[in-house]
């Protein structure tokens, strides 16, 4: 059957499609809280089975949140790995929303037509149900070109154990896989759409300042008037946060930027190419920012948001917070950092820098909690499953732009880390308000995003196979 039959079997499925996508949007799957995890990994799990996969969920421990695992065997040569995330933000101010934040609500806003408004509909539980209703559809038809293993994970918004333990613990299970396939909304709002060779890695942890360490309040927060005789464990800690950073904001914690690596010819190459259709004025209004800190060209900037880590000061905590004034010497400050890491920064390495850092100025009283890390992860333009996106997203008209780095993090490192394949990962489709109250996606590229997990599918068994597929 080819690809254009299957895009009309799509329209045809279209409404039955819709409806399972907004029954499961409607269940919460608050990554933070629980709310709705289990249930919603049951309706996937269900879905899955429906599709006469072989699954089963896994905790990596008693409070993580399952990850679904299927399989799917039709015979074909070729074996990929689904990944696709369930888990979504909390919704923040109820009042912000013009819409329930699971009511899963179709509403006409201009210029877009219709969307959907639901907390996770763009961030990207949307995707992974129309990435796996688009499998459902080349099942029913016997088309489907590649055996699948599905990992579909609630942990990813929190940076949970479940999937990289999953993954590790079943290497010869998946040892089969020949790529890894990631989908996702990735049209911006004129239409062009991204694809990366490449993410960066994320570093988390907290850094606390504690009084009993040091002659500062050690049974909770006392009158500011002694702040004259006791130390302040705020103040500790901003000093500290400080010496973290250079007078531009960019990292300058000893020895980092000596590990860092030089991005290669080709690298260089795309980001120039990149460069050309990078809509800076566009991107920083999405930012809802006036300027970038750094000046430069389009390319300049580029090059610096892709190539080079960052430190970010996520959350401070200490003392009073509350409207009003409370004079109050805190016995407790702690700060929540994120470091964007490249390559060849590890993520342990980092965390090492970290801690050598502030003990070589004195702040051995710090302490560094640890979260789980995301190490960086690459892939080549030339292998297969980078070729099979760009003509799948080819076939529907569009010259995606290829970046060969992105800023964010995920755990694709899961392919080239752990199993040792390459990975892809784009679509068509369009939202916007990604963890903001009214997230939202377009009803009508939600079904193109369909299509295009189709053509790349079959992109994928062409170039894969080295056969032209009609």
Same mark, same amino acid.
């Given at each position: ?14 409404a039955k ?5 907004r ?22 799990? &269900? ?5 006469? !996969? ?5 905790? !990596? ?14 015979? $074909?040569?070729?074996?990929? $790995? ?60 016997? @088309? ?30 998946l040892?089969? !896989? ?9 049209? *911006? ?29 050690? @049974? ?55 460069? =050309?259709?990078? *809509?800076?004025?566009?991107?920083? @209004?999405?930012?809802?920012? &006036?300027?970038?800190k ?12 892709l ?27 702690? $700060? ?7 390559? *060849? ?32 992860? &690459?892939?080549?333009? @030339?292998? *297969?499953?980078?070729? !099979? ?11 995606? =732009? ?26 068509l ?9 009214n ?9 193109d ?9 079959? &992109?994928?068994?062409?170039? $894969? ?6």
């Amino acid at each position: 059957m080819v690809i254009e039959q299957l895009h009309r079997e799509i329209d045809r499925d279209w409404a039955k499609h819709l409806r399972i996508t907004r029954e499961i949007l409607r269940i919460p799957s608050v990554s933070s809280t629980g709310e709705g995890i289990q249930e919603t990994a049951d309706a996937l799990e &269900k879905l899955l089975k429906g599709m006469g !996969a072989k699954t089963k969920q896994f905790r !990596a421990t008693s409070k993580s949140h399952p990850l679904v695992y299927g399989h799917l065997d039709v015979g $074909a040569k070729h074996t990929g $790995a689904v990944y696709g995330m369930y888990d979504v933000q909390p919704i923040g101010d109820p009042e912000a929303w013009e819409q329930p934040p699971f009511g899963a609500t179709i509403v006409k806003k201009k210029p877009f037509g219709e969307i959907l408004v639901n907390r996770g509909v763009y961030n990207s539980k949307g995707a992974l149900l129309g990435s796996t209703l688009a499998v459902q559809t080349m099942l029913d038809k016997g @088309e489907l070109p590649v055996n699948l293993h599905f990992l579909l994970e609630g942990e990813e918004e929190s940076g949970g154990a479940s999937l990289p333990t999953f993954v590790k613990k079943n290497k010869k299970l998946l040892s089969d !896989a020949d790529a890894g396939f990631c989908f996702d909304y990735s049209e *911006d709002s004129n239409g062009q759409v991204d694809i990366a060779l490449g993410i960066k890695g994320c570093v988390t942890f907290d850094l606390i300042a504690e009084g009993k360490d040091r002659g500062g309040p050690s @049974e909770g927060p006392v009158h500011s008037s002694v702040s004259v005789i006791l130390e302040s464990p705020v103040i500790r800690l901003v000093k500290a946060l400080s010496t973290l950073f250079d007078e531009n904001q960019d990292p300058a914690v000893d020895g980092m930027n000596e590990i860092v690596r030089k991005p290669t010819a080709q690298e260089l190459e795309l980001t120039r190419k990149l460069s =050309k259709r990078f *809509d800076m004025k566009g991107y920083l @209004e999405e930012c809802g920012a &006036k300027k970038f800190k750094v000046k430069g060209t389009e390319e300049e900037i580029l090059r610096k948001y892709l190539f080079e880590p960052s430190i970010n000061i996520a959350g401070l905590l200490s003392g009073y917070t509350e409207d009003g004034y409370s004079t109050i010497l805190p016995d407790k400050a702690l $700060a929540k950092v994120d470091i964007r890491v490249v390559p *060849d920064l590890t993520t342990e390495g980092t965390r090492e820098l970290v801690r050598k850092h502030l003990d070589q100025r004195g702040f051995t009283d710090i302490k560094i909690t640890r979260y789980p890390d995301y190490p960086w992860s &690459k892939v080549p333009l @030339e292998a *297969d499953i980078t070729q !099979a996106y760009i003509k799948g997203i080819k076939f529907h008209g569009k010259d995606p =732009k290829i970046w060969p780095m992105m800023a964010g993090s995920a755990p694709m490192f899961i392919f080239d880390d752990i199993l040792g394949i390459p990975y892809g990962g784009t679509g068509l489709g369009f939202g916007g308000r990604a963890h903001a109250p009214n997230e939202f996606a377009v009803v009508s590229t939600m079904k193109d995003f369909e299509k295009s997990v189709v053509s790349i599918f079959c &992109k994928y068994d062409e170039v $894969a196979s080295k056969k032209p597929n009609t």
